[in-house]
């Protein structure tokens, strides 16, 4: 067993823009992608519900990111077009839809 210390790096597009000009404000996709990030942190992911049948690779943790955080972002008309899941300095994984 070892452990990972992610940098997750997300990709958010839009079609209109809010009344001071964004898409989104960077503050609020952080907080949401932390929130999620915190729900594997210090976990053995092989035992949380989407791991249970596939194998927890940065590729499949990218890939649950990415899903999650469009399901929080969707009301506000926000999907995620990427997400960069990196594990080192130079190891990183993309995941897009």
Known sequence: MHGHNWKV?????GNKLDNIGMVMDFKEIKKSTNNIVGELDHE????LEPFKEKNPTAENIAKYIFGRLNEVLSPRDVKVK????WETERSAVKYTE
Not at 9 to 13: G, M, T
Not at 44 to 47: A, P, S, V
Not at 82 to 85: D, F, Q, R
């Open 9 to 13: 790096e997300v990709e958010v597009c």
């Open 44 to 47: 053995f992911l092989n035992d």
């Open 82 to 85: 990427s997400i960069k899941l």
